[in-house]
């Protein structure tokens, strides 16, 4: 069957669109060498180009969309949307949390790693827009300080810790605190493409363990605390995560600040009362709402940049 002339525009901005996109990335140079960028000419050419492109596409850039001022970008044949290939997630290892936490599930889907609790995603790696604020943000508020020492609690999938290295000088120090080695191995293996080598910084040590009792053992020593720990101060997967959140782990997060010095944290949702327990503890804090992928919206997080008094 031949293409009529909307089928044709449709094809050219697949090949002209899409194709071009997806052979740019570094992932998938080379991945189409055999694909025309020319109109194609039956609806099998079309079907089968398509297929092709998006599979590899989900496969290896899960969040690869038609260019937006395509304006054939979701009139695709119905064919081709029968013939899709799904992917489905793959579990690939689980981890007990120290104490009273639960369990943590590493799943994989193509390029797309998630880490549950649960029913409940704590974290996807299509979504690093907010905690990558949470490092740029405090950093932006310790920007000059020679030998600077931060804590971050929490490696997570290594957002954080990535914008902070790359906000930071040389002689600068990051401690990162993790409660579950796994984790740590995770970041090491199945995920070490997404953390992009940045356990091997020279700046960088990691320390297993309760960042709780990291920060209570320490005085004067950071000159940022960064909390990505659990849900925010509503704690989620461990109830002992409260004591960072409560009067005492704030005043004690306060005394291991160096002057002037930040404590930042991450939440998923906003807590008044939180606020005015960071300022009745002795911080000046702003408030900044943000989006979990950065400009490209998500849903809305709470940062508190809240420096020492």
């Not at 740019?24 to 109109?39: V, Y």
């Not at 020679?146 to 929490?154: H, K, R, V």
Request: charged share 20%; glycine share 8%.
């Amino acid at each position: 069957m031949e293409l009529d002339a909307a089928d044709r525009q449709r094809s050219s901005c697949l090949t002209c669109g899409l194709h071009r996109r997806l052979t740019t990335l570094p992932a998938l140079n080379g991945f189409f060498p055999t694909i025309s960028t020319a109109p194609v000419a039956t609806q099998a050419q079309w079907n089968s180009g398509l297929q092709t492109l998006f599979a590899g596409a989900l496969f290896l850039s899960p969040d690869i969309q038609m260019p937006q001022h395509c304006a054939h970008a979701t009139r695709w044949p119905e064919a081709t949307q029968r013939d899709m290939p799904m992917l489905t997630w793959i579990q690939l290892d689980r981890a007990t949390i120290p104490g009273d936490g639960g369990e943590l599930r590493l799943k994989q889907r193509g390029s797309e790693f998630s880490i549950m609790l649960g029913s409940t995603e704590l974290m996807n790696s299509r979504l690093s827009g907010s905690e990558e604020a949470l490092a740029t943000l405090c950093c932006e508020r310790i920007a000059g300080r020679n030998n600077a020492s931060i804590l971050i609690g929490g490696l997570g999938m290594g957002f954080t810790l990535r914008a902070a290295l790359s906000e930071l000088p040389d002689d600068a120090r990051v401690t990162v605190a993790e409660l579950v080695p796994a984790v740590v191995d995770w970041a090491r293996g199945p995920m070490s493409d997404l953390h992009e080598g940045k356990l091997d910084d020279p700046r960088v040590a990691i320390s297993i363990g309760d960042v709780g009792a990291l920060i209570r053992s320490q005085k004067t020593a950071y000159d940022a605390i960064l909390l990505d720990v659990d849900n925010g101060p509503d704690g989620l997967t461990r109830a002992s995560n409260d004591s960072l959140y409560d009067r005492s782990g704030l005043l004690a997060a306060r005394n291991a600040l160096r002057a002037n010095g930040v404590l930042a944290i991450w939440s998923s949702a906003p807590d008044s009362a939180f606020t005015r327990r960071l300022r009745e503890t002795g911080f000046a804090t702003d408030e900044v709402n943000v989006r979990a992928n950065g400009k490209r919206g998500g849903a809305r997080h709470v940062l508190w940049m809240a420096t020492k008094r």
